[in-house]
């Protein structure tokens, strides 16, 4: 316990563009309407996401043009470096730490391509160090930011006094495609948002501890989130399945990973949870026993800034700490491709 990990700070960041999810709805609307029949059907989706504001890199209008690959990921990489960098100076300065004390970057996104990777680009962006540990992470979707946390506790615990700095960034609107009528792509357009949040973990210096973190991918699952690669680029993938996979398979999934450190969730003061949507909030409280409403953070994060992707459950833990953490333990988690569950244990003081 005293060398555990403990998260210095935390910080997050998101573009200049504001969506009202009426303004969006009603775009939606006009756009899909002449090429889906059943568009009427689908309009609730946005009434019914519990979310008032997401935000962009590109205006609203910039979604019912036509764009290719080679567009998507110059905008990716533009945009996605500058909020990184944005999120992670914040972090720094309320750690009053500076660039060239960071010893290790752990850079987690899955909403573009970019090699060299973003954390080679952030070397440059904020002046890391050039003899910096780098661990880009791609491809565990909404499930990133908990398990980059995880990534990052692993590295500063292999080697104690190190400054250890996560940064999460997923444009997620980039991905947007007007041409794909599928129910998949009308809902990625009613949750999804852009942004970027940034932490420093060590064992060395204050703040809450993060004694253990933990995967878990259920079997013959492949197929209920992720992305498919199309020529105008990436297609989302969802699953009608993904509340009823949480009703009935998230609790023992958790309590597996609790019961490693002889836990349960008797002993979780707090849940910290990534939102998903709004019927993945509601199922979440329903397996962990909680009255409607009770994911309170994570209902207000979704409310002002909707899905983000792997950056999300990170926006909660800073609204979490921000309102004063209680001393007690608490459990994070997200979902992701795979299908799969991410896991870590906080602890305070």
């Known amino acids: ?14 573009p200049q563009h504001v969506l009202r999810q009426e303004d969006v709805r009603d775009w ?12 009427a059907r689908l309009l609730p ?13 590109v205006p609203l209008n910039w979604y019912g ?5 080679r567009e998507r990921n110059a905008l990716y990489l533009e945009h996605a470096t500058a909020l ?5 100076t ?19 996104s899955t909403s573009g391509i970019a090699t060299p990777s973003l954390d080679a680009l952030l070397i440059n962006a904020i002046g890391l160090r050039a003899d910096v540990t780098r661990l880009p992470v791609f491809g565990l979707g909404c499930a990133g930011g908990v398990l980059g946390l995880g990534r ?43 942004g970027a949040a940034a932490a420093l973990v060590s064992t060395a210096g204050k703040g809450p501890r993060v004694t253990d973190w933990g995967d878990h991918t259920w079997p013959d699952t492949l197929g209920v989130m992720g992305w498919s690669v199309e020529d105008d680029g990436l297609g989302v993938l969802f699953s009608r399945d993904i509340p009823t996979i949480v009703e009935h398979e998230f609790r023992a999934a958790a309590e597996g990973y609790l019961a ?8 979780m003061d707090g849940f910290i949870c990534h939102p998903g949507g709004a019927k993945v909030v509601g199922a979440l409280e329903r397996v962990l026993g909680l009255d409607e409403g009770g994911l309170t953070e994570t209902r207000a994060v979704l409310r002002d800034y909707g899905n983000m992707s792997a950056a999300t459950v990170l926006f909660v833990l800073e609204r979490v700490l921000t309102a004063g953490l209680a001393d007690g333990r608490y459990l994070i988690s997200a979902l992701g491709p795979g299908f799969s569950a991410g896991f870590a244990t906080l602890e305070a003081p």
């Open 90 to 108: 914040a972090a720094l300065t309320r750690a009053e730490m500076a660039p060239r004390e960071i010893d290790a970057v752990v850079m987690v």
């Open 84 to 88: 990184a960098g944005e999120a992670a």
């Open 260 to 267: 490693r450190d002889g836990l349960g969730f008797g002993d």
């Open 65 to 69: 043009e036509d764009h290719g690959w």
């Open 45 to 57: 989706a946005f009434d019914n996401a519990g979310i008032d504001t997401r935000y962009s890199c």
């Open 152 to 194: 990052a506790a692993a590295l500063a615990k292999a080697r104690p006094g190190s400054r250890v700095l996560l940064v999460v960034v997923e444009l997620c609107g980039l991905t947007f495609r007007r041409g794909d009528t599928s129910k998949s792509n009308v809902i990625a357009t009613a949750l999804f948002g852009d």
């Open 28 to 39: 939606a609307g006009d756009l899909f309407g002449s090429t889906r029949g059943n568009m």
């Open 1 to 14: 316990m005293h060398d555990a990990p403990r998260l210095l700070s935390i910080a997050t960041a998101v």
